[in-house]
């Protein structure tokens, strides 16, 4: 087997990353329920692959949550 | 106007080249900066909170204080606060898959949520084995099994469409209906159990076709279950296919090996989203490299249930990366998974253990005795429950049919029930031997 390995460019790396911060920032103030569910899709598909590439590790979803800042999650299910 | 770059058109052989080659210590470097914030979030847990201590400064501090997790310690704190109890870090509202184990261990399943982050990650780590196997975006894969409550082929299923193959379902579909779509599809990719893998073969050999010949499947993920070498063997010869182990849990949310297609029984441990330790069953100080010991897993990366050191009580050897010459810098687990220090058996992808059997049959006054036998029947794992009636007044066909539909309700396997004549089993004064395992050895 080959051990090739194909880097990402720090252009690729700067553009990801935009992206990112861009798609995680709209996936807190979109509205529209059918656009912020598409963005929260993208946002878990694109950090998964940042991840992989040990670019980016944010656990993110809980600041979603708002009704549960203020007591514990086991009962809120 | 963003300017891009060009497509590199090159086949890597690694999902994730950077994580997957990364050097050593860059490689202990991402896990602790991982653990870090994932230790951090687990201060939401109720669980957690009371269970970690603060200001862990180091992977070797963790090794050091964290205790280990045990079953029972997820059954206690799932119990506390039905259905996933005190250990969310997230709010389980927030999740988007439900997935628990068979329920059938004696005790409530364990259950699982995830956030739709979460379950991205899952599927990419199951991506990361399937494209580490050979899986490609032009090959059609199928995923043998029920698409039920377990994850794992769930995950296979979703994996498969993350890397852009073609998942083909075959969910309600009997064996002949999933060997006709294999030969008709030219199916490349097959996941299953490998006591299912041994089934389609004895259906294919009785609808007179010659999987090698007449289908196309190249790589089998036959994961689920321990199997020997043997069985392996007959199934990569009936299929003409490489077949790859692969294995993960419930608790984990997601596979943490896969068989490398470089060095045969190679399972690389998916270093990138768990950290495993191996320790000494009785004295749970680490062993070293070769040396055989039980899993302890800690999750990097999941956000909703988190797990910490948790004792799997698979027995497993690891063996250093450079052993393995396909590039990756992940340490590896020799033949996966060898065992469990517990009594638990796996039948059809489901636990079984003595007392689960027990628990169904006493409750019938009519069986005086009987043991419980697990067989491999035509290539598929059976539970075989001998029964010796009370007296010889019993309708033993009556009898067999109740205990077979209360197994089938209680354990989720419908058994093969004998009858053996009064007072021919043993009886016991200590120690009862009434479970058998005869697919081993």
């Known amino acids: 087997m080959t051990n090739a390995r194909v880097e990402l460019t720090e252009l690729q790396v700067r553009q990801l ?31 998964a692959a940042l991840e992989g590439q040990a670019l980016e590790f944010d656990l993110y979803t809980h600041r979603w949550d708002e009704e549960s800042s203020a007591h514990d999650h086991t009962l809120a299910s | 106007m963003v300017s891009l770059e060009p497509i590199s058109t090159v086949d890597v052989p690694y999902w994730h080249p950077r994580t997957e080659t990364m050097p ?6 991402w896990q602790w900066e991982k653990l870090r914030r994932s230790l951090a979030l687990a201060r939401n847990s109720p669980f957690w909170r009371e269970r970690l201590p603060a200001d862990i400064s180091s992977l070797e501090d963790y090794f050091a204080r964290v205790p280990l997790l045990y079953r029972k310690d997820i059954m206690a704190a799932q119990g506390v606060a039905p259905p996933y109890g005190t250990m969310p870090s997230t709010n389980p509202g927030l999740g988007s898959h439900h997935h628990q184990t068979s329920g059938t261990s004696g005790h409530p399943p364990v259950r699982s949520f995830d956030t739709t982050r979460d379950w991205t990650w899952c599927v990419d780590a199951y991506a990361t084995a399937l494209y580490g196997m050979g899986v490609r975006e032009h090959h059609r894969g199928m995923v043998a099994f029920g698409y039920g409550l377990f994850a794992g082929f769930w995950l296979m299923h979703y994996a498969l469409e993350r890397i852009g193959a073609t998942p083909v379902p075959s969910g309600g ?7 006709r779509l294999l030969v008709d599809l030219r199916v490349e990719v097959l996941g299953l159990t490998p006591s299912y893998a041994l089934r389609l073969i004895e259906t294919a050999r009785e609808m007179g076709v010659d999987l090698k010949r007449d289908a196309n499947v190249k790589i089998i993920m036959a994961g689920g279950e321990p199997r020997t070498d043997l069985t392996t063997d007959i199934i990569a010869e009936a299929f003409g296919a490489r077949v790859h182990n692969a294995a993960g849990t419930t608790e984990l949310g ?4 896969f068989e490398c297609p470089e060095k045969r029984n190679a399972c690389h441990i998916i270093e990138s989203i768990v950290i495993e330790e191996v320790l000494d069953p009785v004295t ?3 062993v070293g490299y070769g040396e055989q010991g039980v899993r302890v897993s800690t999750g990097i990366g999941r956000e909703g249930l988190q797990l910490f050191r948790h004792w799997t009580e698979d027995l497993v050897v690891k063996r250093p990366w450079h052993e393995c010459g396909c590039g990756r810098t992940w340490d590896y687990l020799d033949r996966g998974i060898l065992g469990r220090t517990d009594d638990l058996r796996k039948i059809r992808g489901v636990s079984v253990t003595p007392t689960m059997v027990e628990e169904v049959v006493r409750k019938f006054d009519d069986v005086a005795e009987y043991q419980t036998i697990l067989r491999r029947v035509r290539g598929l794992d059976t539970i075989v429950v001998r029964v010796e009636p009370a007296s010889s007044q019993v309708d033993n066909e009556v009898l067999g049919a109740r205990i077979g539909t209360a197994i089938k309700n209680e354990i989720g396997i419908r058994p093969d029930v004998e009858f053996a004549e009064p007072g021919t089993l043993p009886r016991f004064e200590l120690k009862a031997a009434r479970f058998h395992d005869e697919r081993e050895g």
């Open chain 1, 17 to 47: 990353r935009d992206c990112y911060r861009t798609l995680r920032g709209l996936a807190e103030s979109v509205g529209a329920p059918g656009v912020r569910a598409a963005v929260r899709i993208a946002v878990a598909d694109l950090h």
């Open chain 2, 284 to 286: 749970k100080q680490p």
């Open chain 2, 24 to 29: 050593r210590d860059e490689l202990a470097a």
């Open chain 2, 254 to 257: 997601t596979v943490n090996m």
């Open chain 2, 173 to 179: 579909m009997d064996s002949r209906a999933r060997i």
